[in-house]
Structure formats: structure tokens, C-alpha cells
T-cell receptor, first 109, second 113 residues
Framework: RKEVEQDPGPFNVPEGATVAFNCTYS??????FFWYRQDCRKEPKLLMS???SGNEDGRFTAQLNRASQYISLLIRDSKLSDSATYLC??????????FGQGTRLTINP | EPEVTQTPSHQVTQMGQEVILRCVPI?????FYWYRQILGQKVEFLVS????????KSEIFDDQFSVERPDGSNFTLKIRSTKLEDSAMYFC???????????FGSGTRLTVV
């Protein structure tokens, strides 16, 4: 089983739509979780951390289900600028970020 | 906003040559990292560095790789004898000790020919 697994997509959705991404992780001892976004040929940029109680940042909502080892990201009212690859990331131990393959999202006008 | 700076942005080298990739982490950060991303693949951890020594490294980080913090501001990744499969984007990252907020540099694209 992959350490962090995501649906690679691509997702093509119209502007204004709601889109959801899912991710599973294999190491039940993992404690910290993140969503990063990566634009083409650019560095990963932190979108948001994911907390057990779920958290929201504007149009973005992240959820964590520790029992199922499942993480989700919901984007509401999608904008053209949301087009990117979304990376599910798990902190393994104290130091090492483990990245998923990423889910590519394209928002169409 | 503070940045992690990487140079060069693109390096082309011949197979078997040594390359040094350079990074200037954010000044008050104490943990430093190198990650790489082969085109079309996921971002992979290479090495973490704290207190002037390697704290963790991956299987990818073999004897051909080394890291150094030569002068208190730069953080370098050296590949001694490059192979074609070393072609990738190499990202430097740093973080403060108190939280897990990593900041990544914009990367060096290494092409081995």
C-alpha cells in the first residue's frame, strides 16, 4: 500500500463548482497532515494544515478521519486561479514530509 | 514574506560530473531539507539537517549525495557523479523549530545529459 494515496485525476470542473479531493495514508502513527498546492513546474506551497476537528479557510475545508486514515479537501465556489495540482502530505516522524502523487484540477470558464 | 532562495534555477550537466545546488534558508529557521521531484512523479524526501548534521535521510540519499552548511547562511546539496536518473527538480525547504510550517524554495531544475 502506498504511504499516501490520492486520485490523480484530472478533475475538470466549471468555475463556481464545488470539488472534493480524497486521500488515504498508511501509517496510523502519523500525527500531522497538510494540503499543499503545486502549480506547474513550481514549488509546493502550503494551502492548509488538517486538524482532527476539521478546519476551514475561506472557500477551503479540510477534514481528517483518523479511524479510516482518510483526509479530504473541499473547494467551494471554485475560481480559475484554483487550477493546480493538490498534494496530500503527511508528516512522518518529526521531520519527513511524505507526499501523495497529487490530484490535478482544472477550472474551466 | 521571507523566502527560501535557490540557485541556479536550471543546471545542465554531463553525466559523471559533480554538481552543487545552493540554497539560502530563511534566516531564523533551524531545520533544513532537500526534496526532489522527477518530472511527472511525486515529491520525495532526500535529507533533513539540523544542528550541523544530518538528522534523517532516505534510501535515495546514497554515498553520491552530501549536504553542507558551509557558512551559516548557505545550505548546499552536492551530487558527486551525476547519473541520468538524477535529472529532477530539487527543492530546498526550511522551517522554524516551533512549528511544522515548511517553506520551500522555487527549486533547481537539474538536467543530466
Amino acid at each position: 500500500r502506498k504511504e499516501v494515496e490520492q486520485d490523480p485525476g484530472p478533475f475538470n470542473v466549471p468555475e463556481g463548482a464545488t470539488v472534493a479531493f480524497n486521500c488515504t495514508y498508511s501509517n496510523s502513527a502519523s500525527q500531522s497532515f497538510f494540503w499543499y498546492r503545486q502549480d506547474c513546474r513550481k514549488e509546493p506551497k502550503l494551502l492548509m494544515s488538517v486538524y482532527s476537528s476539521g478546519n476551514e479557510d475561506g472557500r477551503f475545508t479540510a477534514q481528517l478521519n483518523r479511524a479510516s486514515q482518510y483526509i479530504s479537501l473541499l473547494i467551494r465556489d471554485s475560481k480559475l486561479s484554483d487550477s493546480a495540482t493538490y498534494l496530500c502530505v503527511v508528516l512522518q516522524g518529526a521531520q519527513k514530509l511524505v507526499f501523495g502523487q497529487g490530484t490535478r484540477l482544472t477550472i474551466n470558464p | 514574506e521571507p523566502e527560501v532562495t535557490q540557485t541556479p534555477s536550471h543546471q545542465v550537466t554531463q553525466m559523471g560530473q559533480e554538481v552543487i545546488l545552493r540554497c539560502v534558508p530563511i534566516s531564523n529557521h533551524l531545520y533544513f531539507y532537500w526534496y526532489r521531484q522527477i518530472l511527472g512523479q511525486k515529491v520525495e524526501f532526500l535529507v533533513s539537517f539540523y544542528n550541523n548534521e544530518i538528522s534523517e535521510k532516505s534510501e535515495i540519499f546514497d554515498d553520491q549525495f552530501s549536504v553542507e552548511r558551509p557558512d551559516g547562511s548557505n545550505f548546499t546539496l552536492k551530487i558527486r557523479s551525476t547519473k541520468l536518473e538524477d535529472s529532477a527538480m530539487y527543492f530546498c525547504a526550511s522551517r522554524e523549530v516551533a512549528n511544522y510550517g515548511y517553506t520551500f524554495g522555487s527549486g533547481t531544475r537539474l538536467t543530466v545529459v
